[in-house]
């Protein structure tokens, strides 16, 4: 006996595209069913609220001519792990000469400015953006914002590299 006679039917009584149709309503109604029960979660449902956030970015040893690179009040482009994300705002802005450490006299560790690196500088950028906020974390325009994570900020003169080492609510 064979499963589909020359009719096209399964068995010789149910015709294949009724079974497929009916197999699809199935999966649509077990689909609502675990959604509802709350036994599948959805994107909508893992959403806890949402919030201003502070993104503290570290970019170590920029080499720039222009100390005032970055401007506070001015929009920057983000990139976060190779995800664009689209412009934010620039709140603070600390830029230091990059220092080494040095051993002084007695044992004593003192930091300088390091002189080979003359053009040098160690920024702190914080940006403010508005972000989702869900039990695994804050996400914005759907990229995931966390610590540890390379970003890249790009704006008229500039595409530099960095870390974002703190990411906070805005109270």
Do not use: W
């Amino acid at each position: 006996m064979c499963l589909i006679d020359e009719s096209g039917k399964l068995f010789g009584k149910i015709n294949l595209v009724d079974f497929g149709f009916t197999l699809t309503v199935l999966a649509g109604l077990v689909g609502v069913f675990l959604v509802q029960s709350g036994t599948h979660v959805t994107s909508g449902q893992m959403v806890q609220g949402e919030s201003d956030i502070a993104v503290t970015v570290q970019i170590p040893n920029l080499k720039t001519l222009d100390k005032k690179l970055f401007e506070p009040g001015k929009k920057t482009a983000i990139t976060i792990r190779n995800q664009p994300r689209g412009e934010v705002t620039i709140h603070t802005v600390e830029s230091n000469p990059t220092q080494i450490t040095l051993m002084g006299s007695g044992g004593n560790a003192q930091t300088v400015p390091d002189l080979a690196q003359k053009n040098g500088y160690d920024y702190l950028i914080t940006l403010h953006d508005h972000a989702k906020v869900t039990k695994e974390g804050y996400v914005a325009e759907g990229v995931k914002v966390k610590v540890g994570l390379p970003i890249e900020l790009e704006g008229f003169k500039y595409r530099v590299y960095g870390k974002i080492v703190n990411v906070e609510a805005i109270q």
